[in-house]
């Protein structure tokens, strides 16, 4: 009987066990969490670029993370591929669990130094034509990213057309997407920054739900960041500086510019990502709902 007894309790533990397990390992999952959330150092005030020779000037009701910051939360919580070109990223907001909250967005900043960007064909520019054309290369690409396991991709049309500032040498437009086997559509919000040796990138991507507060987010935005002194577009030296091989055109088009569509590789794991993510975490014993309880709380 004395055995039984024994034999019994040890079927009790061994049923529990997987229990305390999943225990731990939320314990451990909150803590790194904990952990990288305490660590992220949110900016604001003027911000200095790294190798852009360009300032952000963080506007109240913003923050900003450094490169450093940036890819761990493209990476470790976004679960994004390491992408060694972000220089930093801006945020709505000055909580940290704004990188967590899937009704906000992030705009990653890059940098090209292709060279000067001539904005002789602005004007010119038939930005229907454009997107046509750009539906047509977005269809006929679906091809190859079918055999690399990624959904097809619709280019729906402009959310924002194209808009390029004369005086202030800055172009900014947004597509609407709809990807393979989702209901809501992608929202890509792009902003160029024209300098002398080549262009700033600010890409925002977010779901078309939130269209109005990315955009009206984008344009306070805008007058944020520009070029140093000796750096800008009107600093160009013709007889001595490099000049890009491509204009305003390709800049939003793509093509030549490649290296501006830096999100254009990940927009399908971006905002998907980050939602699937921010799922699982929400799920890891509603840990986030008890952080954001005890925000409101606050």
Same mark, same amino acid.
């Given at each position: 009987?004395?055995r ?5 309790a040890?079927?009790?533990l !061994?049923?529990?066990l @997987? ?5 731990? /390992?939320?314990?451990?999952?909150e803590a790194?969490?904990?952990a990288l959330?305490?660590s ?5 005030g003027?911000?200095?670029?790294p190798g ?6 963080v506007? =109240?009701g $913003?923050?900003? !993370? ?5 890819q ?8 994004? @591929?390491p992408?060694?070109d972000?220089?930093?990223?801006l945020?709505?907001?000055t909580? +940290?669990m704004?990188v ?5 967005? #992030?705009?990653?900043?890059?940098h090209?130094? /292709?060279? *000067?960007?001539s904005d002789?064909d #602005?004007a010119k %520019?038939?930005y229907? =034509?454009?997107?046509?054309d750009m539906q047509?290369?977005?269809r ?5 990213r079918?055999?690399?396991g *990624?959904p097809n991709?619709?280019l729906?049309g402009?959310a ?6 004369a005086?202030?040498h800055k !172009?900014y437009?947004a597509?609407?997407?709809?990807f393979q086997?989702?209901?809501v559509?992608?929202?890509n919000?792009d902003i160029r920054?024209?300098?002398r040796?080549?262009?700033?990138s600010?890409?925002a991507v977010a779901?078309? @739900? ?9 344009q306070?935005?805008? @007058?944020m %960041? ?6 800008r577009? #009107?600093?160009?030296?013709? +007889?001595? /500086?490099k000049?890009a091989?491509?204009?305003?055109a ?9 290296k501006?569509g830096? $999100? ?8 998907a990502a980050?939602?699937l993510i %921010?799922?699982?975490? %929400?799920?890891v014993?509603?840990f ?5 309880g005890?925000?409101?709380q606050?």
């Amino acid at each position: 009987m004395f055995r039984g007894a024994i034999a019994a309790a040890l079927a009790c533990l !061994l049923a529990v066990l @997987p229990a305390f397990a999943a225990d731990a /390992d939320q314990t451990q999952q909150e803590a790194k969490l904990r952990a990288l959330l305490d660590s992220l150092q949110f900016r604001t005030g003027a911000i200095a670029i790294p190798g852009a020779d360009a300032t952000l000037n963080v506007a =109240q009701g $913003f923050s900003y !993370l450094d490169a450093k910051d940036a890819q761990r939360v493209l990476t470790d919580l976004w679960g994004n @591929p390491p992408q060694p070109d972000v220089l930093g990223m801006l945020l709505p907001g000055t909580d +940290k669990m704004a990188v967590l909250d899937e009704n906000n967005y #992030a705009v990653v900043i890059t940098h090209s130094d /292709d060279g *000067y960007v001539s904005d002789e064909d #602005a004007a010119k %520019i038939d930005y229907d =034509q454009m997107l046509k054309d750009m539906q047509e290369g977005t269809r006929d690409a679906n091809t190859e990213r079918a055999k690399q396991g *990624y959904p097809n991709v619709e280019l729906v049309g402009w959310a924002e057309r194209p808009h390029y500032d004369a005086a202030s040498h800055k !172009l900014y437009w947004a597509k609407e997407l709809a990807f393979q086997g989702t209901d809501v559509h992608t929202l890509n919000y792009d902003i160029r920054v024209l300098g002398r040796g080549g262009y700033l990138s600010l890409n925002a991507v977010a779901t078309m @739900p939130q269209l109005a507060k990315v955009e009206a987010g984008m344009q306070q935005v805008l @007058p944020m %960041i520009d070029f140093d002194q000796g750096h800008r577009y #009107a600093d160009f030296d013709a +007889k001595t /500086d490099k000049v890009a091989a491509y204009g305003i055109a390709a800049l939003i088009a793509g093509g030549l510019a490649a290296k501006a569509g830096l $999100f254009a590789k990940l927009l399908v794991v971006l905002v998907a990502a980050k939602k699937l993510i %921010i799922a699982g975490v %929400i799920a890891v014993g509603g840990f986030l709902a008890r952080l954001f309880g005890r925000k409101k709380q606050a």
